[in-house]
Nanobody
């Protein structure tokens, strides 16, 4: 079993930035893809970004390309999601996840509990 410590969510104005952090309860960055999903009120959960355990390749939803960056620090056992130029439509609960997937396909084996991001003036 894997749990996650997610942090970095909060309230930010449109155009602002936040950095989300995800720390798994044990070192899995070399065996699992890690990604971020989000769920806005009244909407289905969607993939936002992922990073491959094998080669570090990244994937992004079209809605966040050019604004969000996912990266990992293996020494700190942490995956980050840097979110810039935030828009009100980015408001959602963001979930860290581990499995074998990209943003549009694959299998998630473990889910975090989520951190709320609110973009509002």
């Amino acid at each position: 079993q894997v749990q996650f410590v997610e942090s970095g969510g909060g309230l930010v104005q449109p155009g602002g930035s936040l950095r989300l952090s995800c720390v798994p309860s044990r070192f899995i960055l070399d065996v699992y893809d890690i990604g971020w999903f989000r769920q806005a009120p009244g909407k289905e959960r969607e993939g936002v970004s992922s990073i491959s355990f094998s080669d570090g390749s990244t994937d992004y939803a079209d809605s966040v390309k050019g604004r969000f960056t996912i990266f990992r620090d293996n020494a700190k056992n942490t995956v980050y999601l840097q979110m810039n130029s935030l828009k009100p439509e980015d408001t959602a609960v963001y979930y860290c996840a581990a499995g074998h997937f990209t943003v549009s396909t694959g299998t998630v084996d473990y889910w975090g509990e989520g951190t709320l991001v609110t973009v509002s003036s």
